[in-house]
């Protein structure tokens, strides 16, 4: 069965680095997104991409974070420069119409020190 | 904006037994889909259930069932014949397009 993975499953950084997160959707979806969770604390929507652009986004989402499809396979999250707030689980989901549930991808870990 | 609301941080439940986890939500819309998700210490998000507002009819996955009741907004999951594999955060997701997620609540089950 078709799945969403995204890599690293962990990844540990220093504050003020740049970090990629790295997903690839199922490969006939359509819709992409990101979502985070804060240790302990509910998942938050980051930003929907469809169509090669992003549809919505979240005051998470600022300045600091972008969105690619570089290759029409990966969808990666960019953090320019992290801070301690950003360690959280960030969870990759594709969808392949508008009107289905969307398929989670197992999440990677990002500890910011 | 759209709220989603879960009233029990934790619950428990002995095993083979039936517990219900419940979620309110605020919206204006009248077409959306309502998703329970379940979180296992591995943080990893699985579906578990998925309810089309148009649909009267209660959404029901083996065990997994729902009372919906779109008047009052309301969408709690029933957990009937509960095992062990079911401990885990549960997650009520509300959807028109985006997920908004409610705070979670933890199932434990007592052996």
């Known amino acids: 069965e078709p799945e969403v993975t995204q890599t690293p499953s962990h990844q540990v950084t220093q504050m003020g680095q740049e970090v990629i997160l790295r997903c690839v959707p199922i490969?006939?979806?359509?819709?992409f997104y990101w979502y985070r969770q804060i240790l302990g604390q509910k998942v938050e929507f980051l930003v929907s991409?469809?169509?090669?652009?992003?549809?919505?986004k979240s005051e998470i989402f600022d300045d600091q974070f972008s969105v690619e499809r570089p290759d029409g396979s990966n969808f990666t999250l960019k953090i320019r420069s992290t801070k301690l707030e950003d360690s959280a689980m960030y969870f990759c989901?594709?969808?392949?119409?508008?009107?289905?549930?969307?398929?989670f991808g197992p999440g990677t870990r990002l500890t910011v020190l | 904006a759209q709220t989603v609301t879960q009233s029990q941080p934790e619950m428990s439940v002995q095993e083979a037994e039936t517990v219900t986890l419940s979620c309110t939500y605020d919206?204006?819309?009248?077409?959306?889909?309502l998703f329970w998700y379940k979180q296992p210490p591995s943080r990893q998000m699985i579906l578990v259930i998925r309810?089309?507002?148009?649909k009267q009819q209660n959404a029901t996955e083996n065990r997994f069932s729902v009372n919906f009741q779109k008047a009052a907004k309301s969408f709690s999951l029933k957990i009937s014949d509960s095992q062990l594999g079911d401990a885990a955060m549960y997650f009520c997701?509300?959807?028109?397009?985006?997920?908004?997620w409610g705070a979670g609540t933890k199932l434990i089950i007592k052996p």
């Open positions: 991409f469809y169509n090669n652009e992003i549809s919505e």
């Open positions: 997701a509300y959807s028109n397009y985006q997920l908004i």
């Open positions: 919206t204006s819309e009248s077409d959306y889909y």
């Open positions: 309810q089309e507002a148009y």
């Open positions: 989901a594709s969808k392949p119409t508008l009107y289905n549930e969307q398929f």
């Open positions: 490969s006939n979806h359509l819709y």
